[in-house]
Nanobody, 114 residues
């Protein structure tokens, strides 16, 4: 079973940056495409970044140009560099495979204040 642990969220003001990370077990980075998801208050969970195996990273329109994702397959970690954060970015951020499996981590809270 895949274990996913997110960390590195926090409370920041508009325009600032955060760099959450994800640690995964079980060699999942080798077998699967990975992604960053987020769930804003009162909304469903959405996929915002896809890191395919051997293909360029894909960003949703909501984060394109502001967020940059990377992964370290040897260490089974991913990082999401989030710049110029806006209040609409307030959400719990998760990593998982794409498509997602049922083993969601606890997520990491990102709160952006105006």
């Amino acid at each position: 079973q895949v274990q996913l642990v997110e960390s590195g969220g926090g409370l920041v003001q508009v325009g600032k940056s955060l760099r959450p990370s994800c640690a995964a077990s079980g060699g999942v980075f080798i077998r699967s495409a990975m992604g960053w998801y987020r769930q804003a208050p009162g909304k469903g969970r959405e996929l915002i970044v896809t890191l395919p195996r051997g293909s360029p990273v894909h960003y949703s329109d909501a984060v394109k140009g502001r967020f940059t994702a990377s992964k370290n397959i040897a260490e089974s970690t991913m990082t999401l560099s989030m710049n110029n954060l806006q209040t609409d970015d307030t959400a719990v951020y998760y990593c998982n495979t794409v498509p997602p499996n049922n083993s969601w981590g606890q997520g990491t809270q990102v709160t952006v204040s105006s």
